[in-house]
């Protein structure tokens, strides 16, 4: 939805009411937070911390490499891990205290996963357990657990000590240097590093401690007190990426998608990438500073060796580096003499060390690596991958009524229809405001009965108001965030004074998601789904716009350990409980904007509140490639900009572009000039509905990606170096994108563009989408630009499932036929993927699905199941192929022969069906209706 009102209310809030216990007269608060002010005012960067604001940051910048002086003692296999003390040398004077040893354990798992855990020493008495985030590594990871046996001693780099090594995977090895203390993993031939952690001797843990007399460990930011009770508890390490030319990920920042440099020559003072979850208000793009939500997930790729990964399970505060060559020369320090590295450097306030290894070598098996750790993407229902449209607010049930026949009386298809908070009685959740939406069910059952599903919000500050029933449970039960003294926290948000739920607890999640359910959330209906805005959490009136680090939570945790993974939690309890409310038979639907590593189990995001410019268009595409490298791929940005009021030709690129997200929604700003797609002109809306028109027919196609992402962790929306991993001019290029391995796009993001240089890559040719133009791959290429279309590709050697009826709605084109689009390579060959299930159901992890495999080889098509063979037929559908297309293909043929059936169909030779102007001719094989999940081949004659 929206951050805080405008940037303007929240630095007047914080000045205004610096705590909870500000004494301001009520009415004056309840103004400043009720008023919907007219005008908007961009980021204050001023009210957010810089590294050098923030104490452990800035501790650990200012760290000199090789300062690190731990040692490795103690090495021994116990519970199937390698275990180490980790100790420094006795203190030089004996006012120093003495450092406690540190544990340390390294795991090995299948596929090439190495996890490396380093804590206090819970028997050498801290004065508490550090924090462990819960929750996010799925159970059935453990399993995979590789059992070490025993390690080999090994001298490495001229040290005077061993090193232990074991066995990873294939060959790959890990070793445990001793001294220096440092861990790294290696090709067994020739002996090259992968990845480190600690080759530049930048470790530092700072541990637990009580409190003295004469201790000062308070911080303070913008009138706010951190009472830090333990005192600094910060990690920092640098972690290096070998043979690799970029380094990708860490989202959520407005940045491109190869990581710059934030230290070293030629780096004018950069903040570092900063991984804390925010509301950041009109955020602005080419920055590093963090947003709304945290992965701490980084892979690094080049051509000599391919591509790693580095994963940190910290909830914490983040703070990265990437350092840039010749970063400090000065203290000794040098790059291999061959080969390329990126060293970077991690910290975080809290925590644990609690690190993953994926040694690749490929993208896809990176992806792969570590959504076996963090879990798959959920599989959505198909409904949720057509089109959105969103308002803050659609004011009532006849503004409803009147969205929803437009866009029949258009011809434009949408699936859903979005409430923002003014649907709800007083910003009371799970409520309706009953003189704008007397008949929510009635409103709900219209939309359904054209196929249509209901999207309405629920954020996780409740109303500290008595009458309201949430509130009064909640606090009968305990079930609020305390503050630092532990009673109740009381920040302020849309309903003004509020509490937060502790979504860490179990109970307290099982005890929300009952609150889906058609009982208790009176007027929804099996048709409504959820969005989980604010959850960072957003307080208008807290740090930084949100909760205090030392407010309490489930088990005495402080914010500041869980902070990024809290709206990751609340978006767990939400989607478990539409789960809920279908007795466990129907997938959920929720759009979270807060997210952690794990996310992507749950739900979708998207990139929150953009801006309607240019520059946003183009960040867009780099922040989703960036979500869906990290697991997270069912993700978009609001179309046409969530603030201000676009120009109608950006507008139109913004849908021809949002077509091919992953999440394609529009949204606006209650401040906004209506926008939807029918108010800019006959043509206007002819290029926009075009655009929709687009998405679905390629519906059967996104719907397959999106049960690959489902199984293999690779996303839907790709950056081109993933399809193409050893093309180095595909790895810095974040203006094109692919959509699985077949759709290579190129959006369009200056205004009255008349030309675009469009890369594509070598090694095949590759079709215009619309007219089936052939062009060679290899090479960049300066096309024309209409304003029909923006640039698009379909690659040689694959074949793309489509739906060419248009309905209402997805719901209304499940019985339609399909048509299949082949595009030829230079061997005359193609082949490709067609996924269905009943589009909304768990059954199909039960084997209640269709999943055919195309090949076009030697002059005719075949159609085979990828089901296991000794799987049951649980999922039937009557839907047959109408109509194929074959790109590339050479004229003459007039028939072709469909078998087992011994049937001809006919062969026409054409222009394609979304030509506009010149087009080149394909072959169609017209009518050959052979059931879709059935065995049969169609040889052209």
Avoid at 230 to 249: E, K, L, N, T, W
Avoid at 315 to 322: G, T, Y
Avoid at 599 to 614: E, L, P
Wanted: net charge negative.
């Amino acid at each position: 939805m929206h951050g805080s009102p405008d940037c303007e209310l929240s630095s007047r809030s914080e000045a205004m009411a610096p705590n909870i216990n500000s004494t301001l007269p009520l009415l004056l608060l309840f103004l400043l937070f009720t008023l919907h002010l007219s005008s908007v005012s961009a980021w204050k960067k001023e009210e957010f911390r810089t590294c050098n604001q923030t104490p452990f940051c800035k501790r650990a910048r200012s760290r000199k490499p090789h300062s690190s002086s731990l040692f490795a003692t103690d090495v021994a296999i116990l519970n199937g891990a390698l275990t180490a003390n980790l100790r420094q040398p006795p203190p030089e004077s004996p006012d120093q205290d003495q450092i406690k040893p540190l544990l340390f354990t390294l795991s090995v798992y299948q596929n090439g996963v190495v996890r490396v855990k380093i804590d206090e020493d819970p028997s050498l008495g801290p004065p508490k357990k550090r924090f462990e985030v819960p929750d996010v590594i799925l159970p059935e990871f453990e399993s995979t657990k590789l059992w070490l046996q025993r390690f080999q001693t090994e001298t490495v780099d001229g040290d005077s000590g061993p090193s232990s090594v074991v066995h990873v995977a294939d060959g790959y090895e890990a070793v445990l240097r001793h001294n220096p203390f440092e861990v790294y993993v290696r090709e067994k031939q020739g002996k090259r590093r992968v990845l480190s952690l600690n080759s530049h001797g930048l470790f530092d843990f700072e541990q637990l401690r009580v409190k003295q007399e004469g201790d000062d460990w308070e911080e303070r930011f913008k009138g706010h007190t951190d009472v830090r009770p333990y005192g600094p508890q910060s990690i920092s390490f640098d972690v290096s990426f070998f043979d690799a030319d970029f380094v990708y990920g860490i989202p959520e920042h407005a940045s491109s998608f190869a990581l710059r440099p934030t230290r070293g020559p030629g780096v004018d003072d950069s903040e570092p990438y900063r991984l804390f979850n925010l509301d950041v208000f009109e955020f602005i793009h080419d920055s590093p500073f963090g947003l709304y939500g945290s992965i701490p997930f980084m892979l690094g790729h080049g051509k000599a060796r391919g591509t790693s990964g580095f994963f940190w399970l910290n909830a914490a505060e983040m703070q990265i580096d990437v350092l840039g060559s010749g970063w400090d020369a000065e203290s000794g320090i040098l790059l291999p003499e061959s080969g390329s590295r990126i060293d970077t450097l991690w910290m975080s306030e809290a925590g644990i060390v609690d690190t993953f290894f994926f040694i690749g070598p490929g993208p896809k098996d990176v992806v792969r690596q570590y959504t076996s750790v963090t879990g798959m993407p959920a599989m959505p229902q198909l409904f949720s991958t057509a089109y959105h449209q969103c308002r803050w607010n659609y004011r009532d049930e006849e503004d409803v009524e009147n969205i929803d026949s437009k866009f029949d009386e258009h011809d434009i298809p949408y699936d859903v229809l979005w409430l923002d908070i003014e649907h709800t009685d007083g910003k009371r959740y799970f409520t309706w405001d009953r003189v704008l939406f007397p008949n929510p069910e009635q409103m709900q059952n219209k939309l359904a009965a054209k196929g249509r599903h209901m999207v309405t919000i629920v954020d996780p500050h409740i109303k500290r108001d008595e009458s309201f029933h949430l509130h009064k449970e909640a606090t009968s039960k305990g079930y609020y965030v305390k503050d630092a003294t532990g009673k109740d926290y009381d920040g302020w948000c849309w309903p003004g004074s509020s509490s937060y739920l502790d979504m860490l607890n179990p109970e307290i999640r099982s005890w929300w998601s009952e609150k889906f359910s058609l009982k208790h959330y009176v007027g929804s209906t099996p048709w409504l789904y959820i969005w989980n805005d604010m959850n960072e959490p957003s307080v208008f009136n807290g740090p930084e716009v949100t909760m205090p680090r030392d407010a309490l939570h489930y088990g005495g945790v402080e914010h500041r350990e869980l902070h990024n993974a809290y709206g990751y939690y609340f978006h767990m309890a939400t989607s478990d409980g539409l789960v809920k409310r279908g007795d466990g038979k129907d997938r959920p639907f929720v759009l979270s904007r807060a997210f952690f590593s794990g996310s992507q189990r749950h739900g979708a995001v998207w990139t929150g509140d953009n801006t309607a410019d240019w520059d946003q268009l183009r960040v867009s595409v780099p922040m989703i490639l960036t979500l869906g490298l990290t697991g997270m791929t069912f993700s978009g940005a609001d179309v046409g900009g969530y603030f201000g009021n676009p120009e109608t030709e950006l507008l139109v690129r913004w849908y021809q572009l949002g077509a091919y997200y992953p999440f394609f929604r529009a949204h606006a700003h209650q401040d906004t000039k209506r926008r939807e797609p029918w108010l800019f002109g006959d043509r206007n809306t002819e290029l926009m509905r075009d655009a929709i028109h687009t998405r679905y027919a390629l519906l059967p196609y996104f719907y397959t990606l999106f049960r690959e992402a489902n199984t293999s962790g690779v996303p839907v929306m790709r950056p081109l170096w993933m399809e193409f991993p050893s093309d180095k001019a595909t790895f810095s290029n974040d203006e094109a994108f692919m959509v699985g391995n077949s759709l290579l796009v190129q959006g369009i993001y200056t205004e009255r563009a008349k030309y675009a240089s469009v890369y594509l890559p070598g090694g095949q040719s590759w079709y215009d989408l619309r007219t089936g133009i052939i062009y060679k791959g290899g090479t960049t290429h300066k096309l024309e630009v209409s304003e029909e279309t923006i640039p698009a590709f379909h690659r040689a050697g694959t074949i793309i499932p489509r739906k060419d009826r248009y309905r209402r709605s997805s719901t209304q084109m499940a019985n339609d036929p399909y048509t299949l689009v082949i595009a030829l390579n230079s061997s005359h060959a193609a082949e490709g993927e067609l996924y269905i299930d009943n589009g909304k159901s768990f059954e199909f992890k039960q084997g209640a699905y269709i999943h055919r495999h195309f090949v076009f080889s030697d002059g005719k098509v075949t159609s085979s199941s990828l089901v296991p063979k000794a799987s049951k037929t649980l999922f039937s559908s009557a839907c047959v192929i109408e109509r194929i297309i074959v790109l590339g293909h050479s004229s003459g043929p007039k028939k072709a022969l469909i078998e087992p059936s011994n049937r001809k169909a006919e062969i026409e030779v054409g222009p394609l069906w979304l030509q506009r102007g010149k087009s080149a001719p394909v072959l169609t094989i017209r009518r050959p209706n052979v059931p879709v999940a059935d065995d049969w081949t169609i040889k052209i004659l």
